[in-house]
Nanobody, 126 residues
Framework: QVQLVESGGGLVQAGGSLRLSCAAS????????LGWFRQAPGKEREFVAA????????YYSDSVGGRFTISRENGKKTMYLKMNNLQPADTAVYHC???????????????????WGQGIQVTVSS
């Protein structure tokens, strides 16, 4: 059973940085995609970033490209999201997610993922 556990969230001032971690277990994650989505109050869940676990190919939403960096440590089965120059609009619950990289859905679609973490709050004050 795949399990995903997020850590590293919290409160930060605008312009600050945070690094989220996602500890994954229950599979080798070969041929998986792992990603981060976020959901702000009253809004739909939106794609943030994704990484192909085996080859390391990365994808970013336009709203975070250049500020956020996704990475992974295969040996530790841990994925990271380094977030720089955070803005109040980045305030949301951030979810770690994983799914098989094949199929009809892209890396930016929620339907491209099967497993989800509980989520962790990130709050950016102005």
């Amino acid at each position: 059973q795949v399990q995903l556990v997020e850590s590293g969230g919290g409160l930060v001032q605008a312009g600050g940085s945070l690094r989220l971690s996602c500890a994954a277990s229950g599979d080798t994650f070969t041929n998986y995609r792992l990603g981060w989505f976020r959901q702000a109050p009253g809004k739909e869940r939106e794609f943030v970033a994704a990484i192909r676990w085996s080859e390391g190919t990365t994808y970013y939403s336009d709203s975070v490209g250049g500020r956020f960096t996704i990475s992974r440590e295969n040996g530790k089965k841990t994925m990271y999201l380094k977030m720089n120059n955070l803005q109040p609009a980045d305030t949301a619950v951030y979810h770690c997610t994983a799914g098989w990289q094949g199929g009809v859905y892209t890396d930016t679609a929620t339907k491209g993922y099967t497993y989800w973490g509980q989520g962790i709050q990130v709050t950016v004050s102005s």
